[in-house]
């Protein structure tokens, strides 16, 4: 998900440049009362409080209800309690009053893809790369989606166009480490993990996957050092329901930290 961040003017220009004419004139208390509530929607987000965020937003649109914005990032906070379907009505909206602006879509794809609808999610990710060739997020969702469908060395592809335009975008680094996994290359994708966590430690998905790899190739002792820093940062990957589920790896690296977890 990619929050949409804009004071007052740019909520508007940028995302409903329309209807902005008739709401320039809004009063100095009107103008207070918005940038408020964007602060308190974003501080309750940065504090993980997502159903207070959510309230926020809501309280934005029933003062706004033509705003892009604010339909996307309550769809956000809807997203970020597990609750896609209802995200994705928000990001529908915020299409149709932003169908020109990227992260609408951007954000409708992970709701379509937490919902298993992987060829709309990719048709999301396609227009915003349509919109703006060099968005990094988007071929790395992109390749997310492809995952979903068994496309891996595609998902690949879309992984490393994600690096190139990005080179400091982690995520597709580590997602795309994962997929070499999965197709079979097993040393390269070892390497690229230890790659990546020297430049990022407390990367916790790559760690965990590195040992998974580790211990799928018989290094034992390198597998459980590594592990322990995975069950103190977040101990959902002991779940390997949430692993297969929720984030969703490949099926082999799956199988490589179930053998790890159940010390086969």
Same mark, same amino acid.
Not at 71 to 81: H, I
Not at 217 to 225: D, I, P, T, V, Y
């Given at each position: ?11 508007? !220009? *940028?995302? &409903? @440049? ?5 709401? #320039? ?20 987000? /940065? ?28 769809? /956000? ?14 990001? &529908?909206?915020?299409?149709? !009053?932003? @169908?020109?602006? @990227?992260?609408?879509? !951007? ?19 396609? =227009?915003?790369?349509? #919109?703006? @060739? ?11 989606? +492809?995952?979903? !469908? ?5 998902? #690949? ?22 997929? *070499? ?12 993990? +230890? ?22 190739? =018989? ?12 069950? &103190?940062?977040?101990p959902r990957y002991q779940d390997i329901n949430w692993v297969r589920d929720i984030r969703r790896w490949p099926p082999l690296m799956v199988a490589? *930290? ?7």
């Amino acid at each position: 998900m990619r929050a949409i961040f804009a004071a007052l003017l740019a909520l508007f !220009l *940028l995302l &409903n @440049p329309a209807p902005v004419q008739a709401q #320039i004139n809004i009063t100095e208390t009107e103008s207070n009362q918005l940038n408020q509530l964007v602060k308190q929607a974003f501080d309750a987000t /940065n504090a993980g409080k997502f159903t207070e965020a959510e309230g926020y937003w809501t309280d934005l649109i029933k003062l706004y209800p033509d705003n892009a914005a604010g339909w996307s990032n309550r769809g /956000n906070a809807k997203m970020s309690q597990n609750r896609p379907q209802d995200a994705l009505e928000d990001y &529908n909206r915020s299409v149709e !009053l932003a @169908p020109n602006f @990227p992260d609408p879509y !951007l954000n409708r794809g992970a709701a379509l893809e937490s919902l298993g609808k992987w060829q709309e999610a990719i048709a999301d990710y396609d =227009h915003v790369l349509a #919109i703006d @060739p060099q968005d990094a997020a988007a071929y790395n969702n992109r390749g997310n989606a +492809k995952s979903g !469908l068994g496309k891996w060395e595609e998902a #690949i592809a879309d992984y490393q166009t994600a690096m190139r335009v990005n080179s400091r975008f982690s995520t597709a680094f580590g997602n795309n480490a994962i997929a *070499l996994y999965q197709v079979g290359k097993t040393n390269e994708a070892i390497v690229a993990m +230890k790659n990546i966590l020297r430049k990022y430690p407390n990367y916790t998905d790559v760690r965990a996957a590195l040992t998974a790899a580790l211990w799928a190739n =018989h290094k034992l002792g390198e597998a459980e050092s590594n592990w322990v820093s995975v069950a &103190n940062l977040d101990p959902r990957y002991q779940d390997i329901n949430w692993v297969r589920d929720i984030r969703r790896w490949p099926p082999l690296m799956v199988a490589a *930290l179930e053998k790890f977890l159940t010390l086969k």
